[in-house]
């Protein structure tokens, strides 16, 4: 059972990565192609798109798949009841899913509902944050793995005055963080779904206001990733309790482009210049 896990895990995190930074930094990439190539795509000739068309075999799936979802959906906003934001974590993860059966069955089925949720649905804060949180601890307890949370930050600024192909706002200037925040659930009989859910946003939403008060030079000329970490630090401290105790910040990825070129951040210049034996060390 422990073998289905992780296959039907990683495609749940695929699914979140696309809607999170992964999918803002597509979209910048996309964007840096249209500042660079706008005029020439106004005189390019239209592509010639292949018709296809769709079998009874096709439609058939494509209306199973969508049967599938729409009963995922309404499976896990039946956990959504009167008051769970009150109920302790030991309590509500348990009702989820108490056996190795029950999860496999229960990561497949929030894999269902985050493929197809909208951020203008009803009830998207309630399954990216309570059900999305839940679910990585149900999973990472099952495999024995240390909890950790995801943590995509972007700032975009230098709005441009065209849109690209798909009608969004080209930016001039993009930063793109990821990282991972560990933490641990100390007392989960005792800390209720609403202090837990609490406590993950507050340090997300504090790193993003962080980033965001940056200036494009300040991010481009400093250490960002010191300065990230630094204040993540102050956050893990000030949130940390008794009964959930959060980590500093991983960063494993920094992606920064102006008008189109990559600028490569101060930690990984002093890295090269280490390389090259410029500088004896780097601070940390």
């Not at 010639?48 to 499976?75: F, H, L, P, R």
């Not at 250490?223 to 960063?251: F, G, H, Q, R, W």
Request: charged letters at 20%; glycine letters at 4%.
């Amino acid at each position: 059972m422990k073998k289905c896990l992780p296959i039907i895990f990683a495609a749940l995190l695929m699914v979140s990565a696309l809607t999170g930074c992964a999918g803002q930094r597509n979209l910048a990439l996309r964007n840096s192609s249209s500042e660079q190539n706008n005029a020439a795509v106004q005189n390019s000739e239209p592509a010639i798109s292949q018709s296809v068309t769709s079998t009874n075999g096709t439609a058939n799936a494509s209306s199973a798949a969508s049967t599938n979802a729409s009963a995922a959906y309404e499976k896990l906003i039946a956990y959504k009841t009167e008051g769970y934001e009150k109920q302790s974590i030991a309590d509500f993860n348990a009702a989820l899913a108490s056996t190795p059966d029950e999860l496999t069955e229960f990561l497949a089925v929030v894999a269902d509902v985050s493929s197809i949720i909208s951020h203008d649905d009803e009830n998207y804060v309630f399954f990216d944050t309570t059900i999305h949180f839940s679910s990585n601890e149900l999973y990472c307890e099952h495999m024995g793995e240390e909890l950790t949370f995801s943590m995509p930050l972007s700032k975009q600024s230098r709005p441009c005055d065209y849109l690209d192909e798909d009608g969004e706002t080209v930016y001039g200037f993009n930063c793109f963080i990821e990282a991972n925040v560990a933490y641990s659930v100390n007392a989960p009989k005792l800390i209720t779904v609403a202090e837990r859910d609490q406590a993950l946003l507050t340090y997300k939403e504090e790193m993003q206001n962080y980033l965001n008060g940056l200036s494009e030079a300040e991010i481009t000329g400093s250490d960002i990733k010191k300065m990230l970490t630094d204040k993540s630090v102050e956050l893990a401290n000030s949130l940390s309790t008794e009964k959930l105790k959060l980590s500093p910040c991983e960063i494993y990825l920094i992606d920064i482009n102006d008008a189109g070129t990559e600028i490569t951040p101060l930690y990984s210049r002093m890295i090269e210049e280490v390389e090259k034996g410029k500088i004896s060390g780097i601070l940390h």
